[in-house]
């Protein structure tokens, strides 16, 4: 087994060849899909798996070092989830920095004069194409709610809070938040801030990969039937 070198330490898109595809369940946010895939030794898999559109979150962390949660359910693992603010890449013509930025004045009535992109996540790659996208935000005001927002089914019952940046890492280390954007984005931060990173974290419109890999697959799925967007 030999050692990557520092160059080779870094995800590489590729796509293998995809011969059908076949939709099996459509749904509000995501699709169930099969694609029939040719393997390079020249067989043919199956894999089953979910269309997502993507999403961003934001851990926005003050200068009394507290970061910004709110407690949300989720009805697919019968848990109330303690969460920092989040939402999906869903509206047309949103930049994903726009998107996050109205997430957190959505949810947490909060705005940011500095952004980072704090660290990138593929929440399930084995199981679904969502990619994630989680922002540190400084620089914390108030702020309104966006024109036109209303909040309906889970978010009309979240509890918006402050919680102290270090309980959330022992209660992540403790098994206590299992949220990926927040273990993900809280354990990236303490990371950043330990090794003195914090001012060398990506520009908030820093390149994001997943992106580009997921508009090209899609775009390949629907040439095949002209489904995949």
Not at 59 to 69: F, G, K, L, Q, S
Not at 160 to 173: C, E, M, Q, T
């Amino acid at each position: 087994m030999r050692v990557l070198a520092a160059e080779e330490v870094t995800d590489r898109p590729l796509a293998w060849p995809v011969v059908s595809h076949e939709v099996r369940g459509t749904g509000a946010v995501s699709d169930f899909v099969n694609d029939a895939v040719r393997v390079p030794g020249g067989e043919v898999m199956n894999r089953q798996y979910l269309l997502h559109p993507g999403a961003v979150g934001v851990v926005a962390w003050d200068e009394d070092d507290r970061i910004a949660v709110v407690r949300q359910y989720r009805h697919p693992v019968s848990f109330e989830l303690l969460e920092p603010p989040a939402g999906l890449l869903d509206a047309d013509g949103e930049s994903w920095l726009a998107g996050a930025q109205r997430e957190l004045a959505e949810e947490a009535g909060l705005q940011a004069s500095d952004w980072r992109a704090l660290v990138d996540v593929f929440t399930s790659p084995g199981a679904g194409q969502e990619s994630l996208r989680i922002y540190l935000a400084r620089g914390l005001s108030a702020s309104p709610v966006p024109e036109g927002f209303v909040a309906h089914d889970e978010e009309a019952h979240m509890e918006v809070a402050w919680a102290d940046r270090s309980d959330l890492v022992a209660a992540i280390l403790a098994g206590k938040l299992e949220n990926p954007t927040m273990v993900s984005g809280v354990l990236a931060l303490e990371v950043a801030r330990l090794s003195g990173r914090l001012d060398d974290l990506r520009a908030a419109d820093a390149p994001w990969p997943a992106r580009a890999a997921r508009d090209a697959h899609n775009a390949e799925l629907a040439a095949l039937d002209g489904h995949a967007g």
